[in-house]
T-cell receptor, first 115, second 106 residues
Framework: DTGVSQNPRHKITKRGQNVTFRCDPISEHNRLYWYRQTLGQGPEFLTYFQNEAQLEKSRLLSDRFSAERPKGSFSTLEIQRTEQGDSAMYLC?????????????FGSGTRLTVV | DAKTTQPPSMDCAEGRAANLPCNHSTISGNEYVYWYRQIHSQGPQYIIHGLKNNETNEMASLIITEDRKSSTLILPHATLRDTAVYYCIVTHKLSFGAGTTVTVRA
């Protein structure tokens, strides 16, 4: 297991289209987080899962955004009817509940550009 | 959620120690202090964390004040590769602020 994997690395889409990103966490990690990062800013928390349960969603996660983790393994983040303001880096991180007070491992992110 | 305050930027000479301060005056008793860094276009990288005792690993040292309201990350011998944005975080949701942009100069 080489870490947290995110696909695709880059996505360019036209405004109004739907996009879906995938995150594969470290296999034994049962907590998975999604973040959004815009240029010059730190990552902003979007949502997190413990196993397959989505435990918290930020107010940043509008109704156009949906995240799933159906079997408690990989997760997807979908954005419907994309807007130019959705252009950002979307980061995924994972950790183990037993190690929740230890380091989180981040993926390299998916950079979304909405044109 | 507890918030952190960090200086926006700092410079450091290569080979010297870099001391990065962080204020977290609203931290609660069971919240850990985490430090991450982010090099351009990459995901954040875990550096170190601590609760109340000072910690050291192969990357850095973390000094936490007795009242836990502030901490300092120490990079003992900064290299050019340590140029990055450094984040101090105190919640499990890792709410990042703007961090400190550290530039290591030759």
């Amino acid at each position: 297991d080489t870490g947290v994997s995110q696909n695709p690395r880059h996505k360019i889409t036209k405004r109004g289209q739907n996009v879906t990103f995938r995150c594969d966490p470290i296999s034994e990690h049962n907590r998975l987080y999604w973040y959004r990062q815009t240029l010059g800013q730190g990552p902003e928390f979007l949502t997190y899962f413990q196993n397959e349960a989505q435990l918290e969603k930020s107010r940043l996660l509008s109704d156009r955004f949906s995240a799933e983790r159906p079997k408690g393994s990989f997760s997807t983040l979908e954005i419907q009817r994309t807007e130019q303001g959705d252009s950002a880096m979307y980061l995924c991180a994972s950790t183990s509940l037993e190690w929740a007070n230890y380091g989180y491992t981040f993926g390299s992110g998916t950079r979304l550009t909405v044109v | 959620d507890a918030k952190t305050t960090q200086p926006p930027s700092m410079d450091c000479a290569e080979g010297r120690a870099a001391n990065l301060p962080c204020n977290h005056s609203t931290i609660s008793g069971n919240e850990y202090v985490y430090w991450y860094r982010q090099i351009h276009s990459q995901g954040p990288q875990y550096i170190i964390h601590g609760l109340k005792n000072n910690e050291t690993n192969e990357m850095a040292s973390l000094i936490i004040t007795e009242d836990r309201k502030s901490s300092t990350l120490i990079l003992p011998h900064a290299t050019l590769r340590d140029t990055a944005v450094y984040y101090c975080i105190v919640t499990h949701k890792l709410s990042f602020g703007a961090g400190t942009t550290v530039t290591v100069r030759a």
